[in-house]
């Protein structure tokens, strides 16, 4: 008796639409994205490699997949700029801490 090379599987599709979400929304967060400002409707979400990202209706680019970090859901962005200041005093830090393991 042979199996059927495909068979619709309920439990597949079912488990597909629960990552639906459904009437929820997103604003464009990332400064250099095309579409930064804009509230885009979510599609679906997805797990990645980097975490999680976002399937949205883009307009006239279609669809396009966003990092969560990319949108209004992602980490909120400092409130001061990093400054050449805060970067030479971490060098001194991680300098001081490599000599310290490195004797």
Avoid: I
């Amino acid at each position: 008796m042979s199996r059927p090379a495909c068979r619709w599987n309920p439990q597949t599709a079912r488990s597909h639409r629960d990552r639906e979400v459904p009437e929820s929304f997103v604003t464009v967060t990332h400064p250099f994205h095309p579409l930064s400002g804009q509230r885009l409707r979510v599609l679906f979400e997805r797990k990645t490699p980097d975490g999680l990202a976002v399937s949205c209706e883009g307009g006239p680019l279609g669809s396009v997949m966003l990092p969560l970090a990319w949108t209004d859901r992602g980490p909120v962005a400092a409130e001061a700029p990093l400054t050449y200041e805060s970067l030479a005093d971490l060098a001194a830090v991680v300098a001081a801490v490599s000599t310290r393991h490195a004797g």
